[in-house]
């Protein structure tokens, strides 16, 4: 994998409605680096600044005072072009469904592309990959995409921003108001997304459980600033501190902690079930197994 | 950008403005508007100039915030200013080519936009004074005698009241939409007018459907709750004139008077 | 008397084309029996699509039943003189937190209900006040809706319902849009009102940690309901909630797993210190 630095946020601040009553500042000194092709989850509650932060990644916001890096160049710079930096910087909104507007899937679709002066054939194929890899059936792609269910609806919109090719995907909360079945499938599609194409991710979500098993790296957002920023384990090391903000880390790991505090020798960098099985059967075997070399007098 | 607009948006305070009944304010709104077409020369301009700005001071509401409801109707107080500019005929003062400003016409320009400036302001002293709800209010019972002859007084009453509460939330979603639209490339700012119109298309569906559901499930969430129109429907906050409330009337019938006089009794224009 | 009581209930959608024939029937509930006693607080489970919203619809007399019969309180929703006692007796806090305050302040929003059924002005201050209060959100009282969070708006709509002193309270998905914070403050009211007040609460949501403390839990599925009991019950079938496309909590999986691999771990794990014993116990 390339080792080079696709965004770099260097002392990022954005403040919403300077100067009134309802002034607030939304990002604080936000300094980053994210690498090509990274998987990367951002974590915070409601008002953390993390929907903010994505919005500035492809330009669609500006900082009040700080700079963006793309591959090197500064987006502030009156030369740069935004357009191309959001047709390589890809972003999906919260409930991007809402933002579907054509009589048909495939049209819809093809919006993207066609904004960034492909041809028609070309936009269409472009849209029938897109529509393929989000895994809808063929025989919809001419209906309206307001007959869809609304995991489906949520498919086609994700589609609506891979069809454009991005080699930056952002998410906002990709699953809000989705059943589990629906979110699966749409963490699942964006994990294929980066193993497969090697795109880099970046997956907002205020659930650590959800992104714990898929992202290489978490950033954890407070108050508009980077309070954590590491690989889960490293960050659910501080589940204390998150659960002190309203985040809670998954719940194996205040399980496994909880185990150590009494006294049993478990695996605490766990954090998925699967690792916390295989942790506990471990140390509970190994036990029993001492337990039984251990020779008791007079007992047999 | 879309967050600017004032109108319709409430800004809570502690003030004898924000506590007058609604029906003050809205009758005191129509006066202030009527005083403004009688209005003629500089006197009643400085009376009507003054007015404002004592109940803007007196409302508690900081006065960019009224400032900021301007904004969004620039452009047509620039048209209309323009119009009158050029179109008003009369004595010529430059000429250029075929189109000549006159001294009328510059008189009716600067004049009607400090008009139109001010009704806006008047406006949104009201609106950011008086909750929708009893602004609702205040006109479902200065309207009540309509209904006798089979005007549905209530439910435009409710119909406006709830406009009011969803404008902020449908420009809020306006601008997530667009923002969504330009992140798959939109462009809502370039071209001729013909190319805008076409481009607001994937802005305009989306809220229509939008503002259709958020309808509909607001429709079940009042009939849930009991909803049935006016009949039989009792006030959390019925309207009871109080005294500053006679006050007020005599103070805006006041005002309304030296306007009228200021235009019979002295010449003008000054 | 039961609170709720439904025997056989059926409803279908029916969609039409423009000429008005009919294009697909969809059943949204097959044959569906639910009592519910006063006082209780149960929860009913089930991924989107599976019926759950189209039966709280029903408890509310916003549907009326196709087929079956359904009372609330005693009272047939089916009859429509009884319509606006029914939706008094069962108040309804809805899934999207924008879409059901009307009013633009929140003490105006909570007395929208009283003020429909008639009662005296100053009676609706003091529901007002008591309801606001009851769900932790009287400081907020002279608020605009639109600068609260979703979890305050979700507790400002049950406090609108509270106001008209229901007997019970559905809540249909109200923290499917929440963040985890508010998700925790809307489940913690409900209880709170069912312990206090006695009201009885109908939960509908498809996270299963929410359903932990309730009394009874109900699992529906293509319109029926195919689980049900107490929540540890439930919890010990992780197989089949699977199945049923729900998302077991972590620690129950585990547990779950623990199990089967020959560990002494009881069924129908709920809580995390409930297996943080069950494992201690096993290692000594």
Same mark, same amino acid.
């Given at each position: 994998m390339r080792e080079s630095m696709s965004i770099i946020l260097d002392k990022v601040n954005h403040i919403y409605s300077p100067d009134t009553a309802y002034q607030i500042?939304?990002?604080? $000194?936000?300094?980053? *680096?994210?690498? @090509?092709?990274?998987?990367?989850?951002i974590i915070g509650h409601t008002g953390s600044g993390k929907s903010t932060l994505i919005q500035h990644l492809n330009g669609l916001m500006r900082a009040?005072?700080?700079?963006?890096?793309?591959?090197?160049? $500064?987006?502030?710079? *009156?030369?740069? @072009?935004?357009?191309?930096?959001?047709?390589?910087?890809?972003?999906?909104?919260?409930?991007?469904?809402?933002?579907?507007?054509?009589?048909?899937?495939f049209d819809d679709v093809c919006f993207g592309p066609k904004n960034q002066g492909l041809s028609k054939d070309e936009a269409g194929l472009r849209a029938f990959e897109a529509l393929r890899s989000v895994g809808l059936p063929e025989e919809l792609y001419y209906q309206s995409p307001f007959d869809l269910s609304g995991g489906q609806k949520r498919r086609v919109a994700i589609a609506g921003v891979l069809a454009m090719k991005p080699e930056v995907l952002i998410l906002d909360e990709p699953t809000a108001g989705l059943d589990p079945a629906g979110r699966d499938e749409i963490l699942d599609l964006v994990a294929r997304m980066h193993r497969e194409r090697g795109m880099t991710v970046l997956l907002v979500s205020h659930s650590m459980e959800d992104v714990a098993k898929y992202v290489q790296r978490i950033i954890v957002m407070n108050q508009g600033q980077v309070m954590l920023d590491g690989t889960p384990k490293q960050v659910f090391a501080h589940y204390k501190e998150l659960e002190a903000v309203g985040l809670a880390a998954p719940q194996v790991t205040y399980l496994m902690h909880e185990l150590v505090e009494r006294g049993l020798s478990v695996d605490t960098e766990a954090t998925t079930v699967e690792e916390a099985r295989a942790?506990?059967?471990?140390?509970?075997?190994?036990?029993?197994?001492?337990?039984?070399?251990?020779?008791?007098?007079?007992?047999d | 950008?879309?967050?600017?607009?004032?109108?319709?948006?409430?800004?809570?305070?502690?003030?004898?403005?924000?506590?007058?009944?609604?029906?003050?304010?809205?009758?005191?709104?129509?006066?202030?508007?009527?005083?403004?077409?009688v209005m003629r020369g500089v006197v009643a301009l400085g009376v009507a100039t003054l007015f404002l700005f004592c109940v803007i001071r007196v409302s508690k509401v900081p006065f960019r915030f009224m400032v900021r409801g301007l904004k969004a109707i620039m452009v047509l107080l620039l048209i209309t200013a323009v119009f009158n500019l050029f179109l008003t005929?009369?004595?010529?003062?430059?000429?250029?080519?075929?189109?000549?400003?006159?001294?009328?016409?510059?008189?009716?320009?600067?004049?009607?936009?400090?008009r139109l400036t001010f009704l806006i302001l008047g406006t949104s002293i009201m609106t950011l004074t008086t909750t929708p709800n009893q602004l609702t209010d205040g006109m479902e019972k200065a309207l009540m005698p309509l209904s006798k002859v089979g005007v549905p007084v209530h439910a435009i009453a409710m119909m406006m009241s709830i406009a009011l509460r969803f404008i902020p939330i449908l420009i809020e979603e306006t601008d997530k939409i667009m923002k969504a639209q330009m992140a798959r490339g939109a462009d809502f700012e370039s071209g001729n007018l013909l190319r805008r119109v076409k481009n607001m298309i994937p802005l305009l569906v989306p809220l229509f459907i939008s503002a259709f559901r958020r309808a509909d499930d607001l429709a079940m969430a009042m009939e849930a709750r009991c909803y049935q129109g006016g009949r039989g429907r009792t006030k959390?906050?019925?309207?009871?004139?109080?005294?500053?409330?006679?006050?007020?009337?005599?103070?805006?019938?006041?005002y309304l008077a030296v306007v009228i006089a200021c235009r019979i009794l002295l010449p003008w224009p000054q | 008397m039961e609170m709720i009581r439904a025997e056989q209930l059926v409803y279908e959608y029916i969609r039409r084309d423009e000429e008005g024939n009919v294009e697909a029937i969809s059943t949204a509930l097959d044959h569906v029996d639910l009592h519910v006693r006063p006082g209780e607080f149960i929860a009913i489970l089930g991924h989107n699509g599976s019926g759950k919203s189209t039966l709280a619809k029903h408890i509310n007399a916003l549907l009326t039943p196709g087929e079956g019969s359904l009372w609330v309180d005693g009272k047939d929703v089916s009859l429509e003189e009884n319509v606006y006692d029914v939706r008094q007796t069962a108040g309804m806090v809805f899934q999207n937190p924008d879409n059901q305050i009307i009013a633009s302040v929140v003490e105006e929003d909570v007395g929208f209900g009283p003020e429909n059924i008639g009662v005296p002005t100053e009676e609706i201050w003091q529901r007002v006040e008591e309801s606001l209060r009851a769900v932790g959100m009287l400081k907020y009282r002279h608020h605009s809706p639109n600068k609260l969070s979703g979890g305050q708006k979700q507790r400002v709509a049950i406090a609108g319902v509270m106001a008209m002193q229901p007997k019970c309270i559905v809540l249909d998905e109200p923290t499917a849009m929440l963040d985890p914070n508010g998700r925790r403050d809307v489940i913690r009211t409900a209880h709170e009102l069912n312990r206090e007040k006695g009201v009885t609460i109908v939960l509908i949501t498809h996270y299963m940690e929410e359903v932990v403390d309730a009394d009874r839990v109900f699992v529906m599925d293509q319109g029926k309901i195919v689980m049900q009991g107490t929540p540890r019950e439930i919890f010990s079938q992780v197989g089949k909630l699977k199945e049923y496309r729900l998302d077991v909590p972590q620690v129950t999986i585990?547990?779950?797993?623990?199990?089967?691999?020959?560990?002494?771990?009881?069924?129908?794990?709920?809580?995390r210190e409930e297996l943080v014993d069950a494992i201690m116990r096993a290692a000594m």
């Open positions: 500042q939304a990002l604080r $000194d936000v300094s980053l *680096e994210i690498l @090509d092709g990274q998987f990367i989850g009040t005072s700080g700079h963006i890096y793309f591959h090197g160049k $500064d987006i502030y710079d *009156e030369d740069f @072009d935004l357009r191309e930096l959001r047709n390589r910087v890809g972003l999906v909104f919260q409930y991007p469904e809402h933002q579907l507007f054509e009589t048909t899937i942790s506990l059967m471990e140390a509970l075997t190994g036990l029993v197994a001492a337990r039984r070399d251990i020779h008791v007098p007079g007992k | 950008m879309l967050r600017d607009i004032t109108l319709g948006q409430y800004y809570p305070a502690d003030s004898i403005v924000h506590k007058l009944d609604p029906r003050v304010k809205l009758f005191g709104t129509m006066i202030y508007i009527v005083s403004l077409f005929p009369g004595e010529p003062l430059v000429s250029v080519w075929k189109i000549s400003v006159t001294e009328e016409g510059l008189t009716n320009a600067v004049m009607m936009a400090i959390m906050k019925p309207l009871r004139y109080a005294g500053r409330d006679g006050a007020a009337y005599l103070l805006l019938l006041g | 585990l547990a779950d797993m623990l199990r089967q691999a020959g560990l002494d771990i009881p069924l129908g794990v709920l809580r």
